[in-house]
C-alpha cells in the first residue's frame, strides 16, 4: 500500500529531475525545465487546416501542468495589462483554467466571478458558478475585463455570445477572446447537421466543438460591435513557453 502511494510521487520526481533545465519557466509555479510535456490531441483536421492553439504539442509544464493556452492569457495580465496593481476591478472568468483561476483569485480583486456551463459527469469548484455565455446574469456594462479563452468554438450561436460578452463589458473595458483558429483558412467553417461525438471530432479537432474558426474571426467579433486589437508577445516573453504562431484577441467597446 506504501509503494502504491509512493509510486506516483517518486516518479513525478524523477520527471522533474530529468527535464529540470532554463530554458523554459513556468509563469504560474516557476519550474524552470530543459523542455515542455507533450499535450493535445493528433487530430488529421487540425494538421490539414493549421489550427493555432489546439493539437498535439509540446507545451504542458511538467510541474503544475499549466499549458501555453493559459500562460499566454496570464502573461498578458500580468506585464502587459499589469493588472495585479489595480485591484479595484471587476472580472468574468468563463470556462476558468485552473492554474490562471487560482492565481486570479489570490489577487483580491473587486469582483473575481468565474463561470461555466456545468455539464454532467464533470466536477467544477464551488467558486465556480453555473452560467450560460449566452445569458450571463449581469447588468450590461459591468465588467472591467472578461476572459472567455478557448470557449467560442464550443458555442453553435456564437454570435450571440459576442453580443452577451459585449453587453456586460464597461466602455473601454477590455474582453480577452480566444478561440482555435485556422492559418490556412480564410473563412470559419461549420456544418450544423454535424451532430453526432465522432464525426465533430473528425470535422472541427474536437468531440464538442463546432467550428473551427478562419481568419475572419475578428470580422465576427467586429460585426457585433467589437473594437479587436490582435498582437502577439510570444517573442518578448520566451522563456515562458508560449506558442509563436498564437495571436491575442482584445476586444474593446
Known sequence: MIQKLLAPKIKKLITLATHIGMRYECSFCGYR??????????????????????????????????????????????????????????????????????ALRKVGFDVYQCGDLF?????????????NVLDIPYADNHFDLIICNHLL?????????????LRVLKPNGKAILQVPISKNSETTYEDFSITQPKAREAAFGKFDHVRIYGQDYPERLKSVGFTVERINISEKYKKYGLNKEEDLFIGSK
Open 33 to 102: 525545465s530543459r523542455d515542455l510535456a507533450a499535450t493535445g490531441l493528433n487530430i488529421p483536421v487540425i494538421q490539414e487546416k493549421h489550427v493555432i492553439g489546439a493539437g498535439r504539442r509540446n507545451a504542458r509544464c511538467h510541474f503544475c501542468h499549466s499549458t501555453d493556452r493559459e500562460r499566454l492569457v496570464y502573461i498578458y495580465l500580468k506585464y502587459e495589462l499589469k493588472l495585479f496593481q489595480d485591484k479595484k476591478l471587476k472580472i468574468l472568468h468563463l470556462a476558468p483554467e485552473k492554474n490562471l483561476s487560482v
Open 119 to 131: 455539464t454532467e459527469g464533470y466536477k467544477y469548484p464551488d467558486y465556480v458558478k453555473n452560467m
Open 153 to 165: 468554438e464550443h458555442v453553435p450561436t456564437d454570435l450571440d455570445a459576442m453580443s452577451e460578452l
